[in-house]
Nanobody, 123 residues
Framework: QVQLVESGGGLVQAGGSLRLSCAAS????????MGWYRQAPGKQRELVAT???????NYADSVKGRFTISRDNAKNTVYLQMNSLKPEDTGVYYC?????????????????WGQGTQVTVSS
């Protein structure tokens, strides 16, 4: 069974920082891209940042220059360093990963999602 487990959310004042972590575990053969998405109350889930297996990154315009995504392939973990947080960054942050599960001879590729972690930025 494959799991993505997030940690690091919480309450912070505007201008503060948080670091989110997401560890993937289970019968993982290959991890392709990993990323973070967020959903604010009453809004649709949106992309925050992604990182490929080759460490190429992509960010939403709203977080460029403030957030940094990185990954540790040895630990199957992706991180999101969030600096200069704003109240509009408030929401549930979800980790996502494009995984190949199984073995070399028998495998399946699909997207997996974590359970989400709450980030609240007070003004």
């Amino acid at each position: 069974q494959v799991q993505l487990v997030e940690s690091g959310g919480g309450l912070v004042q505007a201008g503060g920082s948080l670091r989110l972590s997401c560890a993937a575990s289970g019968s993982i053969f290959v991890i392709n891209s990993m990323g973070w998405y967020r959903q604010a109350p009453g809004k649709q889930r949106e992309l925050v940042a992604t990182v490929t297996s080759g460490s190429s990154t992509n960010y939403a315009d709203s977080v460029k220059g403030r957030f940094t995504i990185s990954r540790d392939n040895a630990k199957n973990t992706v991180y999101l360093q969030m600096n200069s947080l704003k109240p509009e960054d408030t929401g549930v942050y979800y980790c996502a990963a494009d995984l190949v599960i199984g073995t070399f001879l028998r495998n399946t590729r699909r997207d997996y999602w974590g359970q989400g972690t709450q980030v609240t930025v007070s003004s």
